[in-house]
């Protein structure tokens, strides 16, 4: 765990440096694909938000992350066929790379990341 000073440029210059952001992608991708089949299921997807980097999520009622996902897969899983392959999963954390990017705004902010966090490769 680190405490970092970062706001919205930082990140979104991250994301628009395209080779290091699909580097950082391809890495998670990978790490989150336990049975190496070259898709997320959301299985796979909830398993990383079990641990301790997404505290937020595993407070939640279970039917609220039951929806979250049923969201996210509405939105992502362009071919509906119930899991992520590896852009769908890029365009996902890249979409919420930005709504992080815009919650910090424009004014630096102190915050503190687990070392397995995607925003720790902005530094």
Known sequence: MSIEIIDSHMVEKFIEN???FEKCIGERFTLLDANKDGVLSRDELQNDTNNSSYEDVALQPKEEIINLYDVLFEKFDVGKKG????????SLMKEVMLAKAHGFGDTPVSIILQEDSLLKKVF
């Open 18 to 20: 395209s080779e290091a």
């Open 83 to 90: 899991t992520l392959d590896r852009k769908e999963f890029g």
